[in-house]
Structure formats: structure tokens, C-alpha cells
């Protein structure tokens, strides 16, 4: 008798993105899930926002604020199941891999953008791996816009008097690219201080569940960025934020995603959820917290409860 493996299903991937997002949710973080050519007018800018990026709707809420500020026309598209198919692909369905990035793109070229933003280095990889002859929109990680709009930018950053160090990925020319631009932003923020450390680099294109840093190098990164008095790690991807959390608890030094800083520089207020529960660092603690809401929007607390330890306490 042929035996079948059981894999994990979609369904329940993509009900743990939603669920978890609606329960770490940001005020103000507003998308639409399927876009309409009338949306065009507004839409020089698609700004996506995919499936693992609603364990921390800060980020792109910040990527909105920040383009609010900057006057620029945008559009926020994406939602729990609008994955550029990396998750396909790290299940095992390579062909849905590309059915998924091929069928988003045709979605965003409704309407005509010149440009695609993502918050997440998996969809930059995807969409410019899968990319189709007609598009006509270039396809670029957040990072890459905030130096074309520096000159714009510099007037709205104030003072911000911290001493840091940059994580980044080396593992390809766009994540080198994502990693210079950060930088070149970050120099720009008043009072900022960056400091050089030799442990700061991350394996593959990001910090992940699948192919995480491992623990000897994540110490290593944390014990130089103390000992060289840096008080804030800073990231390009929301997987690197989620992944090195849990070492605030032993090491005197804040994890912070860079547009938290530019945040910061810019006067603009914004919550961090998952970094509330993951600091509790205590599962039943995280429960108790999330229970109010929980009931209130009728989920089952087990099924919660496996999504939080999957996806907060990595």
C-alpha cells in the first residue's frame, strides 16, 4: 500500500497570517484586496503587502505614512492570501510558485503602476524570478525608494540620539542593495550614530523560520553591538525583527526594523504587538493578553495559542 504524506495545509497557513493580523492589528494600516483599474489615478506606487507580513502591519502602515508624507500617489494592495508564492514554493508546489507570482502581477498591471514596492525580500525575489514580458513596472524592495526621495525626505527628519549597528543579508546583489540603502538613509537622521561590527551579516536572502541565523552567530552579533555601547540592532526585513526579538531579553539592546527609526525621526507614532508579546516571554502570559479580543471575535483560544508559538515565539 502506497503511503501519501500528510503536508500542512494552505488553509491553515494563511488563517494564521489573518488571525494573528487581526489580533496584533495597526490603526490607521488600510489596503485594499483586489485592485480596479479606476484605482490608477492614485497608483504611480503599488505598495503590497503580503501573506507573513501581517505579523507586523507596522512595517508597511510606516511605508504608507511615509510616502503620505512624501505627497507621492500610492495604492496599498495585498492581505492575508496574497502571497508572491514563496510559501508554495517552501511547501513543496514549485509550479503554484509561479502560477501565484505570474497571477499577482497580471493583478498589479490593472492598474499601471510604475512602480511595485514590497516590505518583504521573498516577494522582491519572486516577482523579479517570475516576471512577465509585459510587465512594464519596476519591482524594487521599499528600501529602494527612500534614497530617489532623499533630498525630499531630509527636511522631514529630526534628531534621533542613538548609537547603532545595521544588520543586513549579503547573499545576493539586491539584498547588498537593500542594506546600502538602508544605510544611506539612515546616515541622513540627525544625531544618529552607526557603528561598524563584524558580526552584523545574516544568512541567505533573510533572518526565517525555515533557515534561521544560528544561535552561536545571533550571540555573537548581540555580545559585539554591547560591547561596541550600541543600544539599538537595526533590520531590513520584518522575518530579521521577528527572528532576534526574543534577544532584547538578555541583551541591553533594542531590535528595531529601520523604518521604525525613520519613524522615530519623523514624529510618527506607531505600536509594536508582537514585540509586546514576544518580550512577555511567557506563552500563557501572551494568552491572557490577547484573551479580551479573542473572544471577541469568536476564535478558538487552542488554535490562537498554535499560531502565537509558531509565529511569535520563533
Not at 125 to 134: M, T
Not at 230 to 251: F, I, N
Not at 265 to 294: C, H, N, W
Request: aromatic letters at 8%.
Amino acid at each position: 500500500m502506497k503511503t501519501i504524506p500528510i503536508k500542512r495545509s494552505y488553509t491553515r497557513g494563511y488563517e494564521q497570517n489573518r488571525v494573528l493580523g487581526a489580533l496584533l492589528p495597526q490603526a490607521g494600516l488600510e489596503w485594499v484586496t483586489e485592485l480596479q483599474s479606476g484605482d490608477a489615478t492614485r497608483a504611480s506606487i503599488v505598495l503590497h503587502i503580503s501573506c507573513n507580513a501581517h505579523y507586523t502591519l507596522f512595517i508597511p502602515y510606516l511605508a504608507q505614512e511615509i510616502l503620505k508624507r512624501l505627497g507621492k500617489s500610492f495604492v496599498v494592495f495585498g492581505g492575508p492570501e496574497s502571497c508572491c508564492g514563496s510559501r508554495q514554493f517552501n511547501m513543496g508546489d514549485p509550479d503554484l510558485e509561479e502560477q501565484n507570482a505570474k497571477l499577482a502581477q497580471l493583478s498589479f498591471a490593472r492598474v499601471k503602476p510604475q512602480l511595485l514596492v514590497s516590505v518583504c525580500p521573498d516577494c522582491d525575489e519572486v516577482f523579479e524570478k517570475f516576471r512577465l514580458p509585459s510587465t512594464r513596472y519596476e519591482i524594487a524592495n521599499f528600501s529602494a525608494l527612500l534614497p530617489r526621495y532623499l533630498e525630499e525626505l531630509k527636511p522631514l527628519l529630526g534628531p534621533v540620539k542613538r548609537r547603532v549597528i545595521i544588520h543586513h543579508h549579503t547573499s545576493d546583489p539586491a539584498r547588498i542593495a537593500d542594506g546600502a540603502n538602508m544605510r544611506r538613509v539612515l546616515e541622513a537622521i540627525p544625531g544618529l550614530e552607526i557603528v561598524h561590527i563584524e558580526d552584523r551579516f545574516g544568512p541567505g536572502i533573510h533572518c526565517q523560520t525555515i533557515k534561521p541565523m544560528p544561535a552561536a552567530d545571533q550571540e555573537a552579533m548581540f555580545a559585539e553591538a554591547l560591547a561596541l555601547g550600541a543600544d539599538t540592532l537595526v533590520m531590513p526585513y520584518h522575518s530579521c525583527y521577528r527572528q532576534h526579538l526574543k534577544m532584547e531579553l538578555r541583551h541591553p539592546v533594542e531590535v528595531q526594523h529601520y523604518l521604525g527609526l525613520i519613524a522615530e525621526s519623523m514624529g510618527i507614532v506607531f505600536d509594536q504587538p508582537l514585540k509586546k508579546l514576544r518580550l512577555l516571554d511567557d506563552l500563557d502570559a501572551s494568552m491572557v493578553s490577547l484573551r479580551p479580543e479573542i473572544a471577541a471575535r469568536g476564535y478558538d483560544e487552542s488554535v490562537v495559542r498554535s499560531f502565537a508559538q509558531n509565529a511569535i515565539y520563533l
